[in-house]
């Protein structure tokens, strides 16, 4: 019985929001009017009529946050969505646009009235004449054709971009970015696994750490989203203003920080296409990497799968004793 409450209470920390999680929530909530938490299920027996129904009952569908990886052949994605008062300060009146995005494709309903087919991104009207409080019933048939199935994004667009859109959405990563920084995690994660080695070769002592983890947490706190909710942008300027101030020991140890980025090409070598034509593809995107090294000094490429180099050694020698070059001189 002690195990199983210590589980628990070890499930709960994991999953409790931290006031950074909140504050990130909402601003983009409020930047993009972003829906996260979905309902989804596979199962096919009722119609888009049906399930788009104010008075169905998804209760006993699973959950999934947007971009979380789902490994199955195609599903139901709903959810009921509430058109804010306002998105990043602005009354929302006038046409709305619903943005999706599906790995792969999708179909999309809106109370019940199709939409159409969508390719990878969608964007389609929400409604002509939005009002706030208005709600919808969002239905997307996802697809997926390899690899795990992802609903990616689903926000309502104003079609006009601002500068204090780009604002909140600087705001968000910083702290999103910063909570991850000042944290022991050490996990390591791809598509499928995630893993936590254990290894943390940081040099800044434990007690500062722990210092500016509850300095972000108590900043975040700070932020007046309420004002940013209710249209008051001043007030939640001023709020942001005094913040940047407090979280200057922060950004100084983010400094301290090393950040390597290097270019890959993503080349899906068995996919819809015969193995010719993949060895086109790789000839074109290195002659390509090729022309980048010559023109921008410090680029740096990666590709990871052994056969392609082999496809290059066999019939472009020639590009493959570039590309060998290249690897000699570290890039």
Same mark, same amino acid.
């Given at each position: 019985?002690?195990?199983?409450?210590?589980?628990?209470?070890?499930?709960?920390?994991?999953?409790?929001?931290?006031?950074?999680?909140?504050?990130?929530?909402?601003?983009?909530?409020?930047?993009?009017?972003?829906?996260?938490?979905?309902?989804?299920?596979?199962?096919?027996?009722?119609?888009?009529?049906?399930?788009?129904?104010?008075?169905?009952?998804? /209760?006993?569908?699973?959950? $999934?946050? &947007?971009?979380?990886?789902?490994?199955?052949? *195609?599903?139901? #994605? +709903?959810?009921?969505?509430?058109?804010?008062?306002?998105?990043?300060?602005?009354?929302?009146?006038?046409?709305?646009?619903?943005?999706?995005?599906?790995?792969?494709?999708?179909?999309?309903?809106?109370?019940?009235?199709?939409?159409?087919?969508?390719?990878?991104?969608?964007?389609?009207?929400?409604?002509?004449?939005?009002?706030?409080?208005?709600?919808?019933?969002?239905?997307?048939?996802?697809?997926?054709?390899?690899?795990?199935?992802?609903?990616?994004?689903?926000?309502? /667009?104003?079609?006009?971009? $601002?500068? &204090?859109?780009?604002?909140?959405?600087?705001? *968000?990563?910083? #702290? +999103?970015?910063?909570?991850?920084?000042?944290?022991?995690?050490?996990?390591?994660?791809?598509?499928?696994?995630?893993?936590?080695?254990?290894?943390?070769?940081?040099?800044?002592?434990?007690?500062?750490?722990?210092?500016?983890?509850?300095?972000?947490?108590?900043?975040?706190?700070?932020?007046?989203?309420?004002?940013?909710?209710?249209?008051?942008?001043?007030?939640?300027?001023?709020?942001?203003?005094?913040?940047?101030?407090?979280?200057?020991?922060?950004?100084?140890?983010?400094?301290?920080?090393?950040?390597?980025?290097?270019?890959?090409?993503?080349?899906?070598?068995?996919?819809?296409? +015969?193995?010719?034509?993949?060895?086109?593809?790789?000839?074109?995107?290195?002659?390509?990497?090729?022309?980048?090294?010559?023109?921008?000094?410090?680029?740096?490429?990666?590709?990871?799968?052994?056969?392609?180099?082999?496809?290059?050694?066999?019939?472009?020698?020639?590009?493959?004793?570039?590309?060998?070059?290249?690897?000699?001189?570290?890039?």
């Amino acid at each position: 019985m002690k195990k199983i409450i210590l589980l628990l209470l070890i499930q709960f920390t994991l999953n409790a929001q931290t006031n950074v999680d909140k504050l990130v929530e909402r601003l983009d909530l409020l930047s993009d009017a972003s829906f996260d938490n979905w309902k989804y299920s596979t199962n096919f027996s009722l119609t888009p009529v049906e399930l788009s129904s104010t008075t169905f009952d998804d /209760s006993e569908w699973k959950n $999934s946050k &947007l971009n979380e990886s789902l490994y199955l052949d *195609s599903c139901w #994605f +709903r959810k009921s969505v509430e058109i804010p008062k306002y998105i990043a300060g602005i009354l929302v009146t006038g046409p709305l646009k619903f943005i999706n995005a599906v790995d792969d494709y999708s179909y999309i309903w809106i109370d019940g009235e199709s939409r159409g087919k969508f390719g990878w991104d969608a964007e389609t009207i929400l409604t002509g004449n939005a009002e706030p409080g208005q709600k919808f019933v969002v239905l997307i048939k996802a697809i997926n054709t390899g690899g795990p199935l992802r609903l990616i994004e689903a926000r309502i /667009s104003l079609g006009v971009e $601002s500068a &204090l859109q780009n604002l909140i959405r600087n705001l *968000s990563t910083s #702290f +999103r970015v910063g909570q991850k920084l000042v944290s022991f995690d050490t996990y390591q994660t791809n598509a499928s696994v995630k893993v936590d080695p254990g290894i943390d070769n940081s040099k800044v002592k434990k007690e500062r750490r722990e210092e500016l983890q509850k300095l972000i947490q108590k900043l975040a706190a700070k932020i007046n989203v309420d004002a940013l909710a209710n249209g008051d942008t001043t007030k939640f300027l001023s709020s942001v203003d005094e913040v940047k101030k407090e979280l200057k020991p922060i950004a100084e140890f983010a400094k301290s920080f090393t950040l390597q980025f290097t270019a890959n090409a993503h080349i899906d070598a068995a996919w819809l296409w +015969r193995k010719k034509e993949t060895e086109e593809v790789c000839k074109r995107t290195f002659s390509a990497v090729m022309n980048m090294f010559k023109t921008r000094p410090g680029f740096t490429y990666t590709q990871s799968q052994a056969a392609l180099y082999e496809w290059m050694q066999n019939d472009y020698p020639d590009l493959f004793s570039q590309i060998k070059s290249y690897v000699d001189n570290g890039r």
